[in-house]
T-cell receptor, first 113, second 114 residues
Framework: DQQVKQNSPSLSVQEGRISILNCDYT??????FLWYKKYPAEGPTFLIS?????DKNEDGRFTVFLNKSAKHLSLHIVPSQPGDSAVYFC????????????FGTGTRLTIIP | DAGVIQSPRHEVTEMGQEVTLRCKPI?????LFWYRQTMMRGLELLIY????????DSGMPEDRFSAKMPNASFSTLKIQPSEPRDSAVYFC????????????FGQGTRLTVV
């Protein structure tokens, strides 16, 4: 049972344009949502997060939006840069005492120069 | 801190052999996760420890897999006997479980079972 879903396995975006990566979840107990970035032969690295009490969190070129009613979150990268080419994983966990971190299957983002 | 340290980085073994993967979490972290990365399932959680106690091992594929955390600074994931379908990249991650927290990952162990 995939509780965190990333339905787009890949995405190509022109350099300078906006990249939008999507994620859906099914578990209403999730309280905290994260995005990770992964380069080949490296471990995933934390990118940005959002708690369930917010609907938007921004950090430089990266913004995460959360729609709790739709159980949907998205990551916006603007402007996209070649170094953003990587696999992006969406993840989520419950509240204090339930920090089991569940990941989606990932989306491979390719930025075209 | 050096981050989460995994060893070995690469492991090639023959089917039927025992394989042990090792992980040293970040000092002070109290949660530890073992993940397996596959194309079909992405980052699949195998087992989750909190304060050295296994909290959720529902992701462990079968009895051939076992994990231990004898102390706060060391964990192992063992596969015995190994099979070709176990070939994957295995990641260890640790976090300071405090309600809202991110996990930090090691660089992974690429396991190939031939």
């Amino acid at each position: 049972d995939q509780q965190v879903k990333q339905n787009s396995p890949s995405l190509s975006v022109q350099e300078g344009r906006i990249s939008i990566l999507n994620c859906d979840y099914t578990n209403s107990m999730f309280d905290y949502f994260l995005w990770y970035k992964k380069y080949p032969a490296e471990g995933p690295t934390f990118l940005i997060s959002i708690s369930s009490i917010k609907d938007k969190n921004e950090d430089g070129r990266f913004t995460v939006f959360l729609n709790k009613s739709a159980k949907h979150l998205s990551l916006h990268i603007v402007p996209s840069q070649p170094g953003d080419s990587a696999v992006y994983f969406c993840a989520a966990h419950g509240s204090f005492g339930n920090e089991k971190l569940t990941f989606g299957t990932g989306t491979r983002l390719t930025i075209i120069p | 801190d050096a981050g989460v340290i995994q060893s070995p980085r690469h492991e090639v073994t023959e089917m039927g052999q025992e394989v042990t993967l090792r992980c040293k979490p970040i000092s002070g972290h109290n949660s530890l996760f073992w993940y397996r990365q596959t194309m079909m399932r992405g980052l699949e959680l195998l087992i989750y420890f909190n304060n050295n106690v296994p909290i959720d091992d529902s992701g462990m594929p079968e009895d051939r897999f076992s994990a231990k955390m004898p102390n706060a600074s060391f964990s192992t994931l063992k596969i015995q006997p190994s099979e070709p379908r176990d070939s994957a990249v295995y990641f260890c991650a640790s976090s300071l479980a405090s309600g809202f927290t991110e996990a930090f990952f090691g660089q992974g162990t690429r396991l190939t079972v031939v």
